[in-house]
């Protein structure tokens, strides 16, 4: 998602077991968030992790909560909002046999299943990179403050050419 705030974590770091990582990014990596997501600014983002063993890959969860600042689609004023979520993910390295796979043919996709596994690129997950991939999800991507409202007015009728040429035929008396 954005290379601008990075955490990896080694998969060997688990050997010993699952790993809590607490992230808070600074201002600066903030403002380049913000950006990528296309927010006026990100004035808040912390995240508890935790990474453990999970087949021959890992199993990334737990929870953020930020402050975004996006612009009103009714009223466009720039208003805060507060988000929070959960992230669940599984990863496995590349070329593992639990990895999902991309043979052709017909795929079928049962929506109340598990997602398949994400496949890591490297010997490492990115795990500030699932926070932001969670904290994208989140965002409603028509906000609207609390409280405005779309006030609908309907368009004034012009009379139609045609009504007007009916009114010159019309005996006048």
């Not at 402050?67 to 496995?92: N, R, Y």
């Not at 994400?118 to 609207?144: C, K, M, N």
């Amino acid at each position: 998602m954005t290379a601008d705030w990075t955490r990896p974590l080694r998969l060997h770091e688990l050997a010993r077991g699952p790993v809590t990582v607490d992230l808070a990014p600074d201002a600066d990596q903030r403002a380049k968030v913000a950006k990528d997501l296309g927010l006026e600014s990100l004035p808040a983002l912390t995240a508890t992790v935790t990474v453990k063993p999970w087949l021959d890959g890992v199993e990334v969860t737990g929870r953020f909560r930020a402050v975004v600042e996006q612009v009103c689609s009714v009223t466009l004023d720039p208003f805060e909002q507060p988000l929070e979520g959960e992230i669940a993910v599984k990863a496995v390295p590349a070329g593992s046999p639990n990895a999902a796979t991309g043979e052709g043919g017909e795929v079928e996709l049962d929506p109340d299943a598990e997602d398949p596994p994400d496949v890591l690129q490297a010997d490492s997950v990115d795990v500030a990179g699932y926070v932001v991939e969670h904290l994208a999800l989140e965002i409603d991507p028509f906000p609207r403050r609390p409280g405005a409202e779309f006030a609908y007015t309907p368009p004034v009728e012009e009379e139609s050419p045609f009504a007007v040429l009916k009114k010159l035929k019309e005996p006048k008396g």
